[in-house]
Structures are given as C-alpha cells and as structure tokens.
C-alpha cells in the first residue's frame, strides 16, 4: 500500500489514475509528475519500487499544495469573502448558488430539500 500526501492510494491502477486520489491533483498534473519523476505511465502503483514512491512524494510536497494544507487554504478564502461581506460571501453565509445560477427553479444541491409551504394548495 503506497502512502502519499497522506493518502493509501489503490495499488491496482496504473500510476497517473492513482494519484487522482489525492486532494489537489488532477490529471493534468498526475501526467506531469510521472514526466517529471520518469516513471512509465503504463506501470502500476505495485510495479513501483520503493524509491519511485519515495520520489514521487518528494515532488508532490516540494511542488504542490495537496489534501489538508489545499482543504484549509480554500476555507480560509470562503472565510475571507464572508468577513469582507462581498456578494459572494454573503451567499456562502445563506448557502445560496455562488455563481449566477438561477434560485426560481432548481438550486436544490445548494439550497437544501424543498420545504412545502402551508396552504399553498388551490
């Protein structure tokens, strides 16, 4: 079991796929670290010796910002917004859609069930 960032990733899948598991990496750089490191795309996370994982840590901590330091910096810049009182703090604070999204209809991920309204019936 390869322990990265914190994170068992699954042994079984090929290398760039496994490291999608960790916060803050996509596919993007899940391609450029194995470019970086030099490991072969195709091999996966058991292939790997313990030295490639060694190295791949390496890289992720002297490179990105990854899992709870990445979770932390992004509730700071919704604190931030909320504090300053700017539109989109004020709909982070009402739990409202952030970015222009209609609430007439739909909004249900945000806003929650629909609550049924006494004596709305005809």
Do not use: S
């Not at 901590?61 to 931030?80: C, H, P, S, W």
């Amino acid at each position: 079991m390869a322990r990265i960032a914190g994170v068992n990733i699954p042994t079984a899948k090929r290398v760039p796929i496994a490291l999608q598991y960790i916060h803050g990496i996509g596919p993007h750089y899940a391609e450029q670290i194995c470019e970086k490191v030099g490991i072969d795309r195709a091999r996966r996370v058991n292939q790997l010796t313990d030295a490639e994982v060694l190295a791949i840590r390496e890289y992720i901590d002297a490179n990105f910002t990854v899992e709870g330091d990445l979770r932390r910096e992004v509730q700071m810049n919704i604190k931030r917004l909320m504090d300053l009182g700017c539109y989109r703090g004020l709909r982070h604070r009402k739990g409202l859609p952030v970015r222009g999204q209609r609430t007439h209809t739909n909004a249900r991920t945000r806003k929650g069930p629909a609550k049924p309204i006494a004596g709305k019936k005809k």
